[in-house]
């Protein structure tokens, strides 16, 4: 299983940026694919930037295309989101997770997927 850290979240107000880094062991894409999820409270998780086991491209949730970014560094073995441009609705704990599942299926934990804790991410005046 892939370990998993999360840092970088915290309060801004909306229209702030906040940069999210996931810390991971080594995995190959093949096996996994690792994304940014979030969970607003009283809701489920949702996906929201993820990178395929299949194609290995990036993918995004509507609802942050153009405002988020991923990006990998494979020598330092961390996943990175820039947010930018952010909304209250952008509210939730974020979590960075390898799943065996690929990106833009049902979201759930499954027995051989890697969850980080989460991190707070606050968005409000």
């Known amino acids: 299983q892939v370990r998993i850290e999360e840092s970088g979240g915290g309060s801004v107000q909306p229209g702030g940026s906040l940069r999210l880094s996931c810390k991971y062991s080594?995995?190959?894409?093949?096996?996994?694919?690792i994304g940014w999820f979030r969970q607003a409270p009283g809701k489920g998780t949702e996906e929201v930037a993820c990178i395929s086991s299949r194609d290995r491209r990036f993918k995004y949730a509507d609802a942050v295309q153009g405002r988020f970014t991923l990006s990998r560094d494979n020598a330092k073995n961390t996943l990175s989101l820039q947010m930018s441009g952010l909304r209250p609705e952008d509210t939730g704990v974020y979590y960075c997770?390898?799943?065996?599942?690929?990106?833009?299926?049902?979201?759930?934990?499954?027995?051989?997927?890697?969850w980080g804790q989460g991190t707070q991410v606050t968005v409000s005046s």
């Open positions: 997770a390898a799943r065996k599942v690929d990106c833009g299926g049902y979201v759930y934990r499954g027995p051989n997927d890697s």
């Open positions: 080594p995995f190959s894409l093949d096996d996994y694919a």
